[in-house]
């Protein structure tokens, strides 16, 4: 059956009292913003879901049972600093909330503003912390399931870092059905040498009930800088409805508050942005274009977006989003960093002809072409080499009793089986479809 026919039809089927905290002077969220302010929607406060008993973790533990904090409050020294041991393959590792029937009455009316929130992990109680909802087309409100921000680093009572990381992103993958798109795809990415968050999946309770499955995500911040290029000083902006051309350089502004590029990181110096802007307006555009973009790293970022069927993020339409534009010291030119993949793996498309002006400039060049060509041939080959295909499917078995006890999952779990299945589909067939639009490799 045809994919889209297909994914057609499986759609129509289908703890301790803590005290206040002072927000920090110079607060640091975890992570950057989603581009919108939001208006929220007025709740009254009421209890969210009745999460009934989770089945047992992937990882052998009880999911159903919230441990009793002993050790009492740690808002100064933190938790170990090694960050990876949360995001270790051979378990889902759980996390529980405490949140206030004042905080949840203010998440309900300003869903995008922190409140104060604890955290118990593993027998260890971290508070207060920042905790928000997150999210655009996909968000939901609290009392239902919603993308999180857990923020460690907002209130100088609080813990400053957890595991070493200021913040963490909780992705409800409302808008996934496979509920494994991110995981796999932002895998994907750093395969082929794409700077990447880490990925993993994460059990959340809150007030002791079982909140649901969700992905857990790195916070794109200084942290993840450090981590994944070479010098983390330069300047880094969130690209959302945004693109390379003289209207959108200087955006956001009052009228058009959530286009254009939000910075986040370093020096809000736009000198680069627009030079860039301006190159692809002459003549020779590839070549104006290198002296301010670097074309490998941009070829790696689309061919990733190539190799995992991502068409929500730029380049795949004209004024796009779901990515980061860094400007790399090392070279003084920008470099991409993907962002938002939850849409990934849902069908197959013509990735080479798109409406993000970077790859129209490149597509109609053929020595641009050519080398994009051999950069997405070159890290086909490292994702079969990494098996992501088997990988895939192991964990869609780790998941999978955290997925059947859900409480707050918006879709069947037959849905999500066929959903999944899907998924590995394209995966398996990554080469031909490669082949169906850049032609046999030169």
Not at 112 to 117: D, L
Not at 296 to 324: E, I, K, M, T
Not at 363 to 376: G, K, L
Not at 411 to 435: C, H
Request: net charge negative.
């Amino acid at each position: 059956m045809n994919r889209a026919i297909l994914l057609s039809a499986l759609l129509l089927g289908c703890a301790p009292t803590i005290g206040s905290g002072e927000v920090k002077g110079s607060v640091d969220s975890a992570g950057g913003g989603d581009g919108l302010s939001g208006d929220g929607l007025s709740g009254d406060g009421a209890d969210g879901a009745d999460g009934a008993d989770g089945a047992d973790g992937a990882d052998g533990s009880d999911g159903a049972t919230a441990p009793s904090p002993d050790t009492g409050v740690d808002g100064v020294t933190g938790p170990p600093t090694d960050s990876a041991a949360l995001f270790d393959e051979a378990r889902i590792p759980e996390f529980y909330l405490t949140v206030s029937d004042a905080s949840r009455t203010s998440l309900l009316r300003e869903p995008y503003e922190y409140v104060e929130a604890t955290l118990t992990f593993e027998g260890v109680t971290y508070g207060p912390i920042g905790l928000r909802t997150k999210g655009e087309n996909s968000w939901r409100p609290f009392n239902e399931k919603s993308s999180l921000k857990l923020d460690f680093n907002r209130y100088d009572s609080g813990p400053d870092r957890f595991f070493g990381l200021k913040g963490l992103t909780f992705q409800a993958m409302n808008e996934d059905y496979s509920m494994m798109h991110e995981r796999v795809a932002y895998r994907v990415f750093r395969e082929i040498g794409v700077p990447a968050v880490r990925a993993h999946h994460a059990v959340i309770y809150v007030n002791g009930e079982l909140y649901g499955l969700f992905t857990m995500l790195d916070s794109v911040d200084d942290e993840f800088l450090e981590r994944s290029v070479a010098d983390p000083s330069g300047s880094m902006w969130e690209q959302h409805d945004g693109e390379f051309a003289d209207p959108y350089i200087n955006l956001p502004n009052a009228s058009r508050p959530t286009e254009g590029f939000f910075h986040e990181e370093g020096v809000d110096d736009r000198t680069k942005l627009q030079a860039l802007a301006d190159a692809l307006e002459g003549a020779d555009k590839v070549t104006a274009a290198s002296a301010h973009l670097d074309w490998g790293s941009f070829q790696r970022y689309w061919a990733g977006n190539a190799l995992v069927r991502n068409f929500d993020a730029y380049p795949s339409r004209y004024a796009g989003d779901d990515c980061h534009v860094y400007l790399d010291p090392t070279q003084d030119r920008l470099i991409y960093i993907p962002h938002g993949v939850d849409e990934s793996f849902y069908y197959d498309t013509d990735f080479l002809n798109l409406g993000g002006l970077l790859a129209t400039v490149c597509a109609a060049d053929p020595v641009c072409r050519a080398e994009f060509t051999e950069v997405t041939y070159a890290a086909l080959d490292q994702v079969e080499a990494a098996e992501i295909a088997t990988w895939a499917r192991e964990v869609q078995a780790q998941i999978q009793p955290w997925v059947d006890a859900d409480p707050n999952r918006w879709y069947s779990v037959r849905e999500v089986s066929a959903y999944q299945g899907v998924m590995i589909d394209l995966i398996d067939n990554t080469r031909p479809y490669v082949a169906s639009v850049l032609g046999p490799r030169p």
